[in-house]
Nanobody
Framework: QVQLVESGGGLVQAGGSLRLSCAASGTIFRNNVMAWYRQAPGKQRELVASITSSTSTNYADSAKGRFTISRDNVKNMVYLQMNSLKPEDTAVYYC????????????WGQGTQVTVSS
């Protein structure tokens, strides 16, 4: 069983920064994709950023230039550095890991709240 535990959320003023961390434990296939998603009230969950085991990254347009995703393959950690935060970044942020071996394995954390005040 895979467990993902997020930390680092909180309340921050617009223009501030937060760093989210996600610790993954359990049996995780080496070639995987780790990602951060977010869900704001009344909206669908959306991808913020993803990173492969070979550290290839992908960002939502809203995150480009402000957020940086990184990972530590030894520690099975993924991070999201968020700078220049805006009120519209307010959401619950979820950590995700997935891989194909050969079926899809897809795991989620419980989420961490990020609130950006104006």
């Amino acid at each position: 069983q895979v467990q993902l535990v997020e930390s680092g959320g909180g309340l921050v003023q617009a223009g501030g920064s937060l760093r989210l961390s996600c610790a993954a434990s359990g049996t995780i296939f080496r070639n995987n994709v780790m990602a951060w998603y977010r869900q704001a009230p009344g909206k669908q969950r959306e991808l913020v950023a993803s990173i492969t085991s070979s550290t290839s990254t992908n960002y939502a347009d809203s995150a480009k230039g402000r957020f940086t995703i990184s990972r530590d393959n030894v520690k099975n950690m993924v991070y999201l550095q968020m700078n220049s935060l805006k009120p519209e970044d307010t959401a619950v942020y979820y950590c995700n890991v997935k891989w194909f071996a050969p079926r899809l394995y897809d795991y989620w954390g419980q989420g961490t709240q990020v609130t950006v005040s104006s």
